[in-house]
């Protein structure tokens, strides 16, 4: 992943175990591209599902265009990925045999000027796997400080 990111999941790696990540398009309209261009953009509560034959990204808020005009985007839409049949076909089976979730894990323009979303392949964390979570990402802070006060 390189160039500019739009909005990140970051309780994504909190609340779920994320197994493989995956790099889909997104089709849009004009003035959502334009919002995102502004950095209006929110998928903390959003998921991947299996709709009509294709894969949704569900419940992205992507806000109103400033500048549209009567003509501008639901900023709630599902919104289809796009990804390779071999890929999807993956995807499925991991959710439907494992029971895992599709989350986003961040919103970006490559280097092409392309909205893409990096997609994980999750497992949700227990209330105990997130305590230990915190416990290590806290040892971890604290050894550093450690580290940097005795040099």
Not at 68 to 75: A, Q, S, T
Request: charged share 30%; glycine share 8%.
């Amino acid at each position: 992943m390189s160039g500019k990111t739009i909005a990140e999941n970051r309780k994504a790696r909190y609340n779920f175990f994320i197994t493989d990540d995956f790099e889909a398009g997104i089709m849009l309209v004009g003035t959502e591209v334009k919002s995102l261009r502004a950095g209006g953009a929110n998928i903390q509560e959003s998921y991947a599902s299996f709709e009509n034959g294709g894969l949704y990204l569900v419940n992205a808020h992507i806000a109103e265009y400033n500048f549209g005009n009567r003509n501008n985007h639901d900023p709630a839409r599902p919104r289809k990925l796009l990804m390779h049949r071999k890929e999807l076909v993956k995807l499925e089976a991991q959710i439907q045999r494992a029971g895992k979730t599709v989350v986003p894990l961040s919103l970006y323009f490559n280097e092409r000027g392309k909205v893409k979303v990096k997609l994980g392949l999750a497992s949700g964390k227990k209330q105990h796997d997130k305590r230990a979570t915190e416990k290590s990402r806290d040892w971890n802070r604290e050894k550093q400080r450690i580290m940097k006060s005795s040099v």
